[in-house]
């Protein structure tokens, strides 16, 4: 049974930082491509960021780029999102996504599997 399961989020002042974690089970989690989306109110889900199964060649989307950072951990079967420099635009239902596919992707309907998410909010 494949389950994904993300912490983290909470409540932070703007300019704060914090980590969420999505931890995986059930699938061979070193192959995956993992990506973080994130999705606020009364707006479309949104791709942050993902990190390919060499854990090489991350990519961003433009308004978090030199904030925030995914890294991977294969021993722990755990993909990452390091927020920093937080904003109140950030404030959204964050979820992490993978794909056992190499195929790299921005588009979420691209990934196949997907944690329940983990809110965030930035206040000004």
């Known amino acids: 049974q494949v389950q994904l399961v993300e912490s983290g989020g909470g409540l932070v002042q703007a300019g704060g930082s914090l980590r969420l974690s999505c931890a995986a089970s059930?699938?061979?989690?070193?192959?995956?491509?993992w990506a973080w989306f994130r999705q606020a109110p009364g707006k479309e889900r949104e791709f942050v960021g993902y990190?390919?199964?060499?854990?090489?060649?991350?990519r961003y989307t433009d308004s978090v780029k030199g904030r925030f950072t995914i890294s991977r951990d294969n021993a722990k079967n755990t993909v990452y999102l390091q927020m920093n420099s937080l904003k109140p635009e950030d404030t959204a239902h964050y979820y992490c996504?993978?794909?056992?596919?190499?195929?790299?992707?921005?588009?979420?309907?691209?990934?196949?599997?997907w944690g329940q998410g983990t809110q965030v909010t930035v206040s000004s």
């Open positions: 059930g699938l061979t989690f070193s192959s995956y491509t």
């Open positions: 990190i390919p199964w060499s854990g090489i060649s991350t």
């Open positions: 996504a993978g794909r056992s596919a190499p195929l790299l992707s921005s588009t979420s309907s691209s990934y196949t599997t």
